[in-house]
């Protein structure tokens, strides 16, 4: 059981180019989430879903777009990479029934 | 709207001292409360949380937190810190927000232990 995996675990970017950030859980969990960690700043839900084939806007959404064809899959997508968007990336997970969200070990962007 | 606002920035403390992070929320609804913590270059690992029941919560590593409704706080506290209990700590609440459970988290409280 691997719980939540990120992949992948680092990249650099050049302004403009493309990338998509891949989530994976095994929890068979309904809802995951796409965070951005900043200093000073905590974490902030960029997209989320409540299920296969749904999506929505969180707090911080411009910029990315997110696709969840398979139910143990969320991916991230920054289709013109800014400066801005360099941050830490988080993905979690948690079952409809509880509101424990478990968190992957992260990805670190930075757009140059 | 759900708030979170961690009063401290930074905690520096000495090894087996006690330790509080503060911890105050705004809801306008019925919420659950977490705290968090982050090891250097490591996911965040839940330490605890309340749902509902006694006020005061236990977790993990010998932390704990006291609920409290009226004055909208869940402090975190342990009575004795150890250097590895160095890291970086998040509060945040839960609540129904546009129809979804949804996690809203303070700016984190970077707690540091010196021998």
């Known amino acids: 059981n691997a719980g939540v995996t990120q992949t992948p675990k680092f990249r650099v970017l050049k302004t403009g180019q493309s990338m998509t950030l891949l989530c994976a859980q095994d929890?068979?969990?309904?809802?995951m989430y796409w965070y951005r960690q900043d200093p000073g700043m905590g974490l902030r839900l960029i997209h989320y879903s409540v299920g296969e084939g749904t999506t929505a806007k969180g707090e911080v959404p411009d910029g990315y777009n997110v696709s969840r064809l398979k139910k143990q899959n969320f991916l991230l997508g920054l289709e013109s990479a800014a400066p801005s968007q360099t941050s830490v990336y988080f993905c979690?997970?948690?079952?409809?029934?509880?509101?424990?969200?478990?968190f992957g070990p992260g990805t670190r962007l930075t757009v140059l | 709207a759900q708030s979170v606002t961690q009063l401290d920035s930074q905690v520096p403390v000495f090894e087996e001292a006690p330790v509080e992070l503060r911890c105050n929320y705004s809801?306008?609804?019925?919420?659950?409360l977490f705290w968090y913590v982050q090891y250097p270059n490591q996911g965040l690992q839940l330490l605890l949380k309340?749902?509902?029941?006694?006020?005061l919560v236990k977790g993990i590593n010998g932390f704990e937190a006291e609920f409290n409704k009226s004055q909208t706080s869940f402090h975190l506290r342990k009575p004795s810190v150890h250097i590895s209990d160095t890291a970086e700590y998040f509060c945040?609440?839960?609540?129904?927000?546009?129809?979804?459970?949804?996690?809203?988290f303070g700016q984190g409280t970077r707690l540091t232990i010196n021998p």
């Open positions: 809801s306008s609804v019925s919420v659950y």
């Open positions: 929890m068979n969990h309904e809802y």
């Open positions: 309340y749902l509902s029941g006694s006020t």
């Open positions: 945040a609440v839960s609540g129904l927000i546009q129809g979804a459970q949804k996690l809203v």
């Open positions: 979690a997970s948690r079952t409809f029934s509880a509101n424990e969200q478990f």
